[in-house]
């Protein structure tokens, strides 16, 4: 990446630049290969932010099928990572889900489950087989404890579970069915695909591991045995560690990155380990001598982070990125830009300022597939409730074991917010519909770029810089002036 003109004295945000077109060749967005350079080698450049109010299993299947990767909070016990992690695993790598109920459950239990998947769909099964499906629609005038059997359709498109993407569009669409139900020999339930769902399944690979099952990260503490939690994760399949503290330049990161190192060669693990946050070419180069493979980078650029008005500590990420980027690159490491992701560009900057992957939180919070329940505003208005992971929510569930005593003097010491109202787009509900969102822009950016991978990408950027009226110029107006 260079600089359109000479660089600043001054750190500089997404919002402070702007990427110039550069004479190029590549004429479809389709000629590009968006896969990460972290050494993940993720199809999509894309990880959802181990914050307990975003990541569960849900987010973690659905985006595994798209390309990505979701890391699974600290705060939850081992166990019940390792269940999530065994359920991930468990599921099909390009059916979606479905949500279950059974043909005499009341109407009302399945309309609560609705909001769980995107789909929108909940299928009727006796002894594991598919016998109807419902939609929020096929209930309507119908009383909330009347029976699904009463409300659903039995007209069902029943599919193998190898059957093509390219396949289940022309059946549903030939049929105009909404959903195809994919069953095993059996006839057993196996997963369901939409139309937009076989398009996308068409379109994105999904993250696999070596065996073909979706991939799905975990994160670990520097507190508490290290070594336990991050044996117990490895046993059970996670794909990536994460170690993570708002603070990540401190020794006691460097010695927990190689507690977890050590475990990893004495076990016979290999499998990346991801450290910070930091924000300087320092604390990067001595997290990856410590056995990082790849560096968080980000203090304070998160919608839910409170820390730079409280401290006075962090940094403008698209330098910290910049320049954290360019020290791993020399150590042959990589780094992820963390927080301050709000439009597709700052991604797509993000990568050209050479990060092997962007993490994502608080924008996928409002999706049907983070973890925490549908609410609805006095005017009616979806939403979800989100909170940062240093706030005192948070600091309350991670310190649960402890004394009454300690827990509340751990909770003076907040930085966050404990609760956000995170509301549902209604043109993008779904996690895959802002997928769909940033892998259009971040394509496009690669085509006035002349880049066809993210190597390329990060060598060819050129960047500008703006003020904010420049910034604003480039926002549409949702109704005219």
């Known amino acids: 990446m260079r600089f359109l003109t000479p660089k600043p004295s001054y750190d500089l945000t997404y919002d402070d ?42 987010m973690a299947e659905t985006v595994a099928r798209r390309g990505a990767i979701a890391i699974i909070p600290q705060d939850l016990p081992t166990p019940i990572v390792a269940n999530t992690i065994a359920r991930v695993k468990a599921a099909h790598s390009v059916f979606d889900s479905p949500v279950v109920v059974k043909p005499g459950d009341p109407i009302g239990d399945a309309l609560g489950l609705l909001p769980k998947r995107a789909h929108g769909l909940v299928v009727a099964v006796e002894d594991g087989k598919p016998v109807g499906i419902m939609s929020a629609a096929d209930a309507e005038g119908l009383d909330r404890f009347a029976q699904v059997h009463e409300a659903m359709s039995t007209e069902l498109t029943l599919v193998a579970p190898d059957t093509r993407p390219t396949e289940v569009f022309d059946l549903l669409t030939a049929r105009r069915h909404k959903v195809a139900l994919a069953v095993d020999d059996d006839g057993l339930l196996v997963g369901v695909m939409t139309v937009k769902g076989a398009l996308r399944a068409a379109l994105y690979t999904p993250s696999l591991d070596s065996e073909g099952r979706l991939r799905i990260g975990a994160a670990v503490g520097i507190s508490g045995d290290v070594e336990a939690r991050a044996a117990g994760l490895l046993a059970a399949g996670a794909d990536v560690l994460v170690m993570d503290t708002a603070h990540g330049h401190q020794e006691r990161m460097i010695d927990a990155v190689g507690r977890c190192r050590a475990v990893m060669t004495s076990e016979g693990y290999d499998v990346p380990i991801v450290a910070g946050n930091v924000v300087t070419p320092d604390g990067t180069s001595d997290l990856i001598e410590a056995g990082a493979d790849v560096i968080k980078v980000g203090v304070g650029p998160g919608a839910m982070c409170t820390t730079r008005m409280q401290t006075g500590v962090g940094r403008p990420q698209f330098s910290a990125v910049l320049e954290c980027a360019e020290e791993a690159r ?109 892998t259009s822009g971040v394509r496009s950016s690669f085509t006035y770029a002349g880049a066809r991978t993210l190597t390329e990408f990060a060598n060819l950027a050129i960047v500008g810089v703006q003020s904010r009226s420049g910034y604003d110029e480039g926002r549409p107006l949702p109704t005219s002036w």
């Open 330 to 438: 020399q150590a042959g490491k990589a780094v992820w830009a963390d927080g301050g992701v709000r439009h597709p560009r700052d991604v797509a900057l993000a990568l050209a300022a050479g990060a092997g992957a962007v993490m994502i939180g608080s924008w996928f919070a409002g999706t049907h597939e983070s973890t925490g329940a549908l609410m609805f505003d006095s005017q009616g208005r979806a939403y979800k409730e989100s909170f940062g992971m240093a706030s005192a929510r948070a600091v309350r569930a991670r310190t649960r074991t402890q004394s009454a005593f300690d827990r509340a003097r751990a909770a003076l010491f907040e930085e966050g917010i404990s609760s956000s109202k995170m509301y549902l787009d209604p043109a993008r509900p779904g996690v895959e519909d802002l997928l769909d969102f940033i």
């Open 17 to 58: 630049v702007f990427m110039a077109p550069r004479r190029s060749s590549v004429t479809s967005r389709l000629d590009v290969d968006l896969t990460s350079t972290d050494g993940l080698a993720l199809p999509l450049p894309i990880v959802v932010a181990n914050m307990t109010a975003i990541s569960g299993r849900r």
